[in-house]
């Protein structure tokens, strides 16, 4: 991106986030159980829509919300849309869970675990209906404040993710040192199980460690059948990407798993 679209970019996504998060939606990916093949929960995944580029893929907006601070507030509002959501769907499927990105960037500096508490509360929703997708190669960068930060969120009941993982270069570090409930294995990762050669080794690797540890493992970016095939007997709890549904908006999500 040049930079005259970058600060052009930059003011339209605070107008939006100002202007009552004009044009932003959310759209939600389901997520499979892998022995039944049931829904498991959803991702739930930002989008924007500009009046004047259109569509912005979130790989462009999200890092600069990131460095403008404004992704605070933006999922502020995709957490409290996505809790009121989430208790929609329970009641047509009471274990429903819904997982939402939080970006670690301002983690210390805000209050996300009592505002998710507080927005949980007053839905009448149990923490543990909520999951937290945190990427795994920002903890390393402070040591002390960021644990504390972790172990505070995890302390309010709700599910930790490490999204991403086997992605960055602290990845076995941040497996090693923080509580999280479910590893998200990267999307990179699947093509590889389908090779002939040693590199088909890695997703059965990553999944054995992440049980020797006693984490639950959620496969990202399964695309095909064929790779479904490679994967469905290695003990994954859960798999999410294209073969099993794209992101959708929420009423199109209703009509198709609930
Ligand atoms: P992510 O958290 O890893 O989300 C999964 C991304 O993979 C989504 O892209 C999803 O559409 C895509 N995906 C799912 N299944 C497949 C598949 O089978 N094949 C392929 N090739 N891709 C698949 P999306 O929606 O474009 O989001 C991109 C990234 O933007 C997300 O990656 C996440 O890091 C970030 N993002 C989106 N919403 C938020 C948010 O609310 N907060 C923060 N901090 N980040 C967000
Ligand atoms: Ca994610
Ligand atoms: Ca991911």
Redesign the pocket.
């Known amino acids: 991106m040049v930079e005259t679209d970058r600060l052009d970019l930059d003011f339209l996504l605070r107008d939006s986030i100002d202007n009552n998060f004009r044009g932003f939606s959310?759209?939600y990916?389901p997520q499979i159980r892998t022995n039944s093949r049931t829904l498991y929960g959803a991702?739930?995944?930002?989008?924007w829509s500009c009046w004047k580029y259109g569509e912005v893929?979130?790989?462009e907006f999200?890092p600069l919300l990131?460095e403008n601070g404004k992704?605070v507030a933006?999922?502020k509002w995709?957490f409290r849309e996505a809790a009121n959501q989430c208790r929609k769907w329970r009641q047509m499927l009471p274990d429903f869970r819904m997982s939402?990105?939080?970006?670690c960037r301002y983690l210390e500096q805000t209050d996300m675990g009592l505002f998710a508490q507080t927005t949980l509360a007053r839905l009448g929703l149990p923490s543990e209906s909520m999951i937290l997708?945190l990427?795994e190669s920002w903890p390393m960068h402070n040591g002390q404040a960021k644990e504390e930060t972790v172990l505070g969120l995890q302390k309010t009941g709700m599910k930790l993710a490490m999204?991403?993982f086997g992605s960055g270069y602290s990845s076995l570090l941040s497996l090693q040192k923080f509580p999280f409930h479910l590893v998200?294995i990267?999307?990179d990762f699947?093509k590889s199980a389908t090779r002939k050669d040693g590199q088909a080794a890695f997703v059965p690797s990553l999944t054995q460690l992440c049980h020797s540890l006693g984490r639950q493992v959620c496969l990202?970016?399964?695309?095909t059948q064929e790779e479904y095939e490679a994967v469905r007997q290695l003990g994954i709890e859960v798999m999410?990407?294209?073969?099993f549904g794209?992101?959708v908006p929420p009423e199109e999500f209703e009509k198709l798993y609930l």
């Open positions: 959310i759209h990916q991702e739930a995944l930002a989008r893929c979130p790989d999200i990131e992704i933006l999922e995709i939402v990105n939080f970006s997708e990427t999204d991403d998200k990267d999307k699947v990202e970016g399964v695309e999410q990407g294209f073969y794209r992101p």
